[in-house]
């Protein structure tokens, strides 16, 4: 079968929220109000300002690029060949008290000359022409940055969505995303987010799919350091590993770095991302910019908000806000406006469906169960 497979329309739905270089700037209007119960099952997460705040280890990046950043910090090496030029030391040598006696060169034969004991205030290369010098590497001075901290509300760890993916009436595929694990990476406090989309065993002997994405989310600032892609489709094979050093703006992929703008996105930290924005005040027609990195580039993402509806799917009713995303470069759609997602309508923006036109008929993605997110969802209708 075709790369139209049924699964690749939750691919294209995570798609669509790739990457923001800053914080997008829009003028909005207030939308209709959801229909919010009286409480929320849980408050806002309290933000640990130290840890918010806490640099990003950029060890394991210097030595990808150590060319550019170790400084020598010579020590004199010793010599036996007593015909070497005489190494010269600068030093700060302590006033004696007694006269120095005056030392005469050593002469073959005669009693191997005392070291004087002198301590150098600071080491530097020896100028003999064959004296060794050894270099210690000197962490260099961290960039600026700033560790950026949004008020995250719209999802916490332990939330797991789980969705149907339909060609038609037949259901092909099953799709999950969870955060489902909270962590140390590199001196940050991160969460990982999996996504998992594969085909039913009742499809897969048609075509198979597996494919796994996953990003090491910074907590706080909803950004990357970590993007992990691992893609099967039939025969079809593909593994993407890519580290982002948000500090210095580098991605490493293969060996590889490539320069990229602050709070740059895999397609995983997008979405998120765009989940926390507030959208209390958007009218229809109003664009979100966002960006992503991918394949050494960054690429723009325009989201347009075509207004509100309320939608029946399996997991329930609910009132959400519609949206289209379109690629201007380098991505799955141009400007074609192919795909539509839906969104509910309240503080959590959960995925409740994606419409996408394929050659032959559509395909649509549908969430089924929503766990850990709360008892009460504002935006559903009951």
């Given at each position: 079968m075709s790369r139209f497979l049924p699964q690749l329309a939750f691919i294209l739905f995570i798609n669509i929220l790739?990457?923001?270089s800053q914080t997008p700037s829009i003028t909005l209007e207030r939308p209709p109000d959801p229909v919010t119960p009286d409480t929320l099952a849980f408050d806002n997460p309290v933000v640990n300002d130290t840890l918010a705040l806490r640099p990003f280890d950029t060890t394991a990046a210097i030595v990808l690029d150590s060319a550019l950043y170790l400084e020598e910090d010579p020590v004199i090496g010793a010599s036996s060949d007593t015909t070497d030029t005489v190494a010269v030391l600068v030093a700060e040598?302590?006033?004696?008290s007694e006269p120095i006696p005056v030392v005469q060169p050593e002469v073959p034969g005669d009693k191997p000359v005392p070291d004087i004991p002198v301590k150098?205030?600071?080491?530097v290369a020896s100028t003999g022409s064959r004296g060794s010098v050894k270099a210690e590497p000197v962490k260099p001075k961290e960039p600026e940055f700033n560790y950026r901290n949004l008020n995250k509300n719209a999802y916490r760890t332990g939330e797991k969505l789980t969705f149907d993916i339909r060609y038609g009436l037949i259901v092909a595929g099953i799709g999950t995303m969870s955060v489902d694990k909270e962590f140390d990476y590199k001196n940050r406090e991160v969460q990982r987010v999996f996504f998992e989309a594969k085909s039913t065993?009742?499809?897969?002997?048609i075509y198979k799919v597996q494919n796994q994405y996953i990003s090491y989310l910074d907590k706080y600032g909803i950004?990357?350091?970590k993007y992990i892609q691992k893609t099967r489709e039939g025969s079809y094979k593909r593994d993407i590993e890519v580290e982002f050093d948000q500090v210095r703006g580098l991605a490493f992929e293969k060996s590889k770095q490539y320069s990229i703008p602050p709070y740059t996105h895999d397609i995983i930290s997008a979405f998120f991302y765009f989940r926390n924005l507030d959208l209390k005040s958007a009218k229809a027609g109003d664009v979100i910019k966002l960006s992503n990195y991918s394949k050494g580039k960054v690429f723009p993402l325009d989201v347009i908000i075509r207004g509100w509806q309320r939608i029946t799917v399996p997991a329930g009713t609910f009132n959400c806000v519609v949206l289209e995303p379109l690629v201007k470069a380098g991505g799955l759609f141009k400007n074609?406006?192919?795909?539509?997602?839906w969104l509910t309508n309240d503080e959590y923006k959960i995925p409740v469906k994606v419409e996408t036109k394929v050659l032959i008929g559509s395909i649509n993605v549908e969430l089924v169960k929503a766990e850990g997110v709360s008892r009460i969802i504002p935006a559903r209708v009951k």
């Open positions: 790739w990457g923001c040598v302590p006033v004696p150098p205030s600071r080491p065993p009742s499809f897969s002997w950004y990357p350091w074609e406006g192919t795909l539509m997602v």
